[in-house]
């Protein structure tokens, strides 16, 4: 064979190997062997976020190829928003790095877009969710606001982290809607300390709370009778709470009730797991895989029982469809939707 055509193919070799990177030429196990995935956590530790992520990292890497630890750290500032733009474009984009943060803030581009938002909910690789979720407006019995009908008539002083948390995401839309009464004291360092707030009697209660991180932390207060369950918040009733009503439920106007239904589309996705974009697809299909095993394995569920949590698998692929069935709303529905989420001006 000719000298030229020998060099030809010895390039094209080395091109076609170049074209196909590392991917190509290590298996999701070689990768993984020997390495841990950060787990970067969009709150504070302690609060029920936190301590759902904390059970995945003890499970997630023995169903990872080559089995890798998984190690949780919190960033908490700025609601998770500083989290979310982190994984958007910070971390490593092959599969060391995956972070957990609030259920509202894949829809909060949508509804209530800020400047300080620098990810793209869609280029983000979804694992999927450990429930669906319901969510509570919720006052402390020592409050005058016993029902939501009160928060009409008195003053609701309630507690809020950042910009973009579900937790912060429910009052507006209140206000807007039925007149209620709210003072929003933002700020708050995560969940707990919003919950040591209003035991203090700093606060009157606290909206769009999780209802599984209730039923995980706060057992006793149900025991004790300590709140008033005012409202609470997704697309159809919690079997917990039968007679509690939903937020959109009470809404006369039919564009309101519309709106107020896209903005509690997060409950569908109740604790979202992602990845940063352009993760190498076998990597991807692998952490995917290792999720849905994880959720439905024994020690997994019986870590998660003794804990009292309620753990219902919701795929990465059910996740992006829920973000599609929100991104894909009328454009009157979006609009409105973010006339409900702009604050009153006093």
């Known amino acids: 064979m000719h000298r030229r055509q020998i060099t030809a193919i010895l390039l094209a070799g080395a091109a076609s190997l170049a074209l196909a ?22 709150t504070d530790p302690g609060g029920g976020y936190d301590q759902y992520a904390r059970t995945l990292a003890r499970h997630l890497g023995r169903f990872v190829p080559g089995n890798p630890a998984v190690i949780p750290k919190n960033l908490g ?32 581009p949508l ?16 694992l999927g969710s450990l429930n669906k979720e319901a ?23 309630v507690g809020v982290t950042g910009v973009g948390a579900s937790l912060d995401t429910f009052e507006a839309p209140l206000m807007n809607v039925y007149g209620s009464k709210m003072k929003i004291i933002a700020g708050y360092r995560g969940g707990q300390n919003i919950d040591l707030a209003m035991e203090r009697g700093e606060i009157d209660g606290r909206c769009g ?5 209730l039923l995980v932390r706060s057992a ?12 609470q918040f997704g697309l159809e009733r919690h079997a917990d709470l039968k007679d509690i009503p939903l937020m959109q439920e009470l809404a006369k106007n039919p564009d309101d009730k519309t709106a107020l239904e896209l ?40 870590d998660a029982n003794k804990q009292r949590m309620e753990i219902q698998l919701v795929t990465g692929d059910e996740v992006e469809k829920v973000l599609s069935r929100a991104y894909g709303s009328p454009p009157k529905v979006i609009a409105r939707a973010r006339e409900l989420m702009k604050m009153p001006q006093n």
Request: proline share 7%; net charge positive.
């Open 111 to 126: 509804i209530s877009p800020a400047k300080e938002m620098e990810f793209d909910p869609a280029k983000f690789g979804w």
């Open 21 to 42: 990177g590392p991917s190509a030429a290590q298996s999701v196990e070689e990768f993984y062997k020997g390495k841990s995935i950060t787990l970067t956590v969009g």
């Open 135 to 157: 969510s509570i407006c919720m006052s402390w019995h020592t409050s005058k606001i016993k029902t939501f009908a009160d928060t009409r008539e008195n003053l609701f002083i």
């Open 209 to 213: 709370v999780s209802w599984s991180s």
């Open 77 to 108: 500032t700025a609601g998770g928003i500083v989290a979310a733009n982190r994984i958007f474009s910070l971390a490593p984009q092959d599969g060391t790095e995956i972070g957990a943060f609030h259920r509202g803030l894949p829809i909060m």
């Open 220 to 231: 006793d207060w149900f025991k004790e009778k300590k709140i008033h369950i005012l409202l």
């Open 263 to 302: 903005i509690s589309i997060p409950t569908l996705i109740g604790r979202p797991y992602f990845t940063p974009p352009g993760l190498p697809k076998d990597r991807l299909a692998a952490l995917q895989n290792a999720f849905n095993m994880m959720v439905k394995d024994a020690g997994f569920m019986a």
